[in-house]
């Protein structure tokens, strides 16, 4: 009694509600001030509970880079196979069982295997080793979460022979592969892990069949037909009271007319009707296209830069000449690669970007992880549009802290992990019975505020 009414003083302190202060009472045993040289799983295996029910308990704990200090005052859940009812109630109503898990790791290491090619003699090569960086950059993190990886790396060119590979018997121990990088060799690995109960995270593969037949795959990308059916729909959500006007931009190289068919369609469909102008048209007949009463969304159908350069200054020319004029931009992916070329006409226009990725290169996030490959590896990750590190960095923290959560049982939908991507967010649906997809996509809307944010699906 004197215990709970101690805690009962501390939590006034924080100028909690009476309702607040009895509901903390009930949920978590006690407040528990850490001591010098403490860890997130000493405390939690001192406290008889999980890591995941310490976390829980404290969401701050998620936040990657989390560090516990000296001095921080941290809750301390009832473990999940203790009730905090009535002895009366506790023995009529035994505790329930926690959720049921195939591969329990959360009581030892997560062995990881890479088969990625991982060399400098080539362009693949350079990539997967920065990507496999980051894979190990995310293990490190992981381990202020308490959770252990036991990580082996397969050199896998586009040549090497796969059966010889899977005859390691140090393949057969993993609970998880990340790979591979060539399709030709999706099938052999795909079948392997199928018969060993592995999981295969497949980061870069888009067109393969495995996805349709394997129920241990995950499949990080999408193909572009199912990105643009997904882009069209959220298009659709977002703009159905604005007025489109689709820029024929005289671009025969272009490979976007996929993209603004299927959006004609769509907006056909559901009665929305549309304006189609040309980049080499008249001011008058420019001018014609667009809507006073209405925000006009334009929509190019190429993603080149000089074709974009050449709108922005009849969209300049236009909303000079015509005060109160409401007009956006919907781009493409390849836009981002212009953002500091275009970036005040982003702004001006309201540019959303559809996309599966963006970090934010102001971010503090964003500087910590370059920061940390530099200090890791003493060289500065390779200047891609994305980032590779930091897509390894992306898919291992989600991967593995997934597994180490749920073990067989994870399927990485939304909410399961709850982690925010640094680069590359991720959301899986499973297909049909075969094995997982992430789609999630998002649009990168640069504001009249200059400001940048993500809106996700």
Not at 174 to 180: A, S, T, V
Not at 287 to 303: D, E, G, Y
Not at 381 to 386: K, S
Request: hydrophobic content about 35%; glycine content about 6%; some cysteine.
């Amino acid at each position: 009694m004197k215990r709970l009414f101690r805690y009962f003083l501390l939590l006034t302190l924080f100028s909690m509600n009476v309702e607040t202060m009895m509901a903390q009472v009930q949920n978590y045993k006690e407040m528990h001030q850490v001591k010098r040289k403490e860890t997130i799983f000493g405390i939690a295996r001192e406290n008889g509970i999980t890591v995941e029910e310490l976390i829980k308990a404290n969401p701050e704990m998620n936040t990657p880079g989390y560090e516990l200090k000296k001095g921080d005052f941290i809750k301390i859940p009832y473990p999940s196979n203790t009730s905090t009812a009535s002895p009366a109630s506790t023995a009529s109503q035994p505790a329930q069982p926690a959720a049921p898990v195939g591969k329990d790791l959360r009581q030892r290491e997560i062995r990881v295997g890479v088969m990625l090619p991982l060399n400098d003699k080539n362009a693949d090569g350079k990539r997967m080793l920065e990507y496999y960086r980051g894979v190990l950059m995310a293990c490190d993190s992981l381990k202020a979460l308490g959770i252990s990886t036991d990580v082996r790396a397969w050199n896998i060119t586009e040549s090497s022979n796969m059966s010889q590979v899977l005859s390691d018997p140090h393949v057969a121990n993993c609970d998880l592969i990340i790979g591979p990088y060539y399709t030709k060799q999706l099938k052999s690995l795909g079948d392997y892990v199928m018969s060993r109960n592995i999981k295969l995270f497949v980061p870069f593969t888009t067109y393969s069949q495995e996805i349709y037949n394997n129920y241990n795959l995950f499949q990080a990308q999408q193909n572009q037909n199912q990105l643009n059916e997904a882009y069209v729909q959220r298009f659709y959500e977002r703009f159905k009271d604005c007025h489109p006007v689709l820029i024929d931009c005289n671009d025969s190289t272009s490979t976007k007319g996929s993209f603004t068919t299927a959006l004609r369609r769509k907006l056909e469909q559901n009665g929305i009707q549309y304006s189609i102008t040309n980049l080499r048209s008249s001011e008058a007949m420019f001018k014609k296209a667009f809507s006073m009463s209405q925000r006009n969304v334009v929509i190019l159908n190429t993603s080149r830069s000089q074709e974009l350069n050449v709108a922005f200054a009849k969209l300049n020319g236009l909303v000079m000449n015509m005060p109160g004029m409401l007009v956006s931009m919907f781009g493409y992916t390849e836009w981002l690669m212009y953002n500091r070329q275009h970036l005040d006409n982003f702004y001006k226009f309201d540019v959303y970007v559809p996309s599966t990725y963006y970090m934010n290169p102001f971010s503090s996030r964003s500087d910590r992880i370059k920061l940390k490959y530099r200090w890791n590896f003493h060289q500065d990750m390779q200047h891609y549009n994305q980032r590779y590190a930091v897509i390894g960095f992306d898919h291992a923290f989600f991967m593995l802290k997934g597994l180490h959560m749920y073990g067989d049982h994870f399927t990485g939908a939304a909410g399961m992990v709850g982690y925010t991507p640094l680069q590359n967010p991720l959301r899986f649906e499973r297909i049909g019975n075969g094995g997982l997809q992430n789609r999630a996509v998002m649009f990168v809307h640069y504001t009249p505020e200059n400001k940048v944010e993500t809106i996700n699906y």
